[in-house]
């Protein structure tokens, strides 16, 4: 029996947008080698994990890898509006982790917190298509039922609060709100905020920035940036996973951001971001009211 050749870990395509990036960033492709294999040693195992804590934050974990694979794959090949896309996921479940392992009395809600957030998924499809049509299509265990039965189990646990300035009730989380935790948690999440929260947001939504036309040399700036901030996001995921499982890794984290450094270049480019028409909205609402604070929160 022949020997099966070893799969690679992430392959470049050959198209004329990734040689072109290539050609403008000839050590990127090691230093991604590199990023991959490190990766692979923190993700790459069976966890085992000893309670939930590890659970919860292995897996998110694992799904910013996965993240990161796909705005790889969308930036070196020049689609920079869809790797921006991805970045507002990757950012929020790398502040929830650090989050997490910082106040692991806190991962409790966030299982808790699921029941809520679907019972919010369902009730809004109920306001489209009948019970019925749900239950055939979610199967067993997440039929209206099913789902309301757990709601009502967890709901009491989450309250939604009133804006003191404004008075409008917000949605309940299952803690505070993103902006607060990335106060907490602290660098390199607040540096990244715009990058990775706000500008990514813009896109995701039916904003006017995302009816601009087709920008050939902003989809390449963008592509660039995002896949610059998406490195700098793994490698803080990385390093939480190896502060939770102390997976000996600070040696190999030092020498991928070197090598990334000297590959992408050693500082972002100056941004555009969003036009300043559409931010006017958002600077009117008083001073500290959630709905700034909470800028595009999602449903």
């Not at 919010?120 to 749900?134: F, G, K, T, V």
């Not at 601009?212 to 989809?219: K, N, W, Y």
């Amino acid at each position: 029996m022949k020997s099966q050749q070893p799969q690679p870990i992430f392959e470049i395509p050959d198209t004329a947008k990734s040689r072109g990036f290539v050609a403008r960033n000839p050590q990127f492709p090691a230093a991604l080698l590199k990023l991959f294999e490190t990766a692979n040693k923190c993700f790459g195992r069976d966890p085992r994990p000893k309670n939930h804590l590890e659970n919860v934050c292995f897996w998110l974990g694992h799904t910013c890898r996965q993240d990161f694979l796909e705005i790889v794959f969308l930036a070196i090949n020049g689609y920079g509006a869809g790797a921006t896309k991805i970045l507002r996921s990757l950012y929020e479940r790398a502040v929830t982790i650090d989050y997490l392992i910082q106040n692991p009395n806190k991962v409790e809600r966030f299982l808790q917190f699921a029941a809520v957030q679907e019972n919010r998924a369902m009730e809004a499809a109920l306001r489209q298509i009948p019970p019925d049509q749900i239950d055939a299509q979610m199967g067993p265990g997440n039929t209206v039922v099913e789902v309301r039965k757990r709601y009502e189990q967890y709901k009491g646990n989450f309250k939604a609060n009133a804006c003191a300035i404004c008075g409008v009730k917000t949605p309940p989380s299952w803690d505070i709100d993103l902006a607060s935790m990335i106060q907490r948690v602290g660098e390199p999440y607040k540096r990244l905020f715009v990058l990775a929260y706000t500008n990514p947001n813009f896109q995701i939504h039916a904003t006017l920035a995302s009816a601009s036309p087709h920008d050939e040399d902003r989809e390449e700036h963008d592509a660039k940036t995002a896949l610059m901030v998406a490195t700098e996001l793994l490698l803080a995921v990385i390093g939480s996973q190896n502060a939770l499982f102390s997976l000996n890794l600070k040696a190999d984290l030092e020498a991928c951001t070197n090598d990334l450094r000297d590959a992408m270049g050693r500082d972002f480019s100056p941004l555009r971001g969003p036009r300043p028409e559409l931010l006017e909205g958002y600077r009117k609402r008083p001073a500290g009211c959630h709905t700034s604070r909470a800028f595009f929160r999602d449903v």
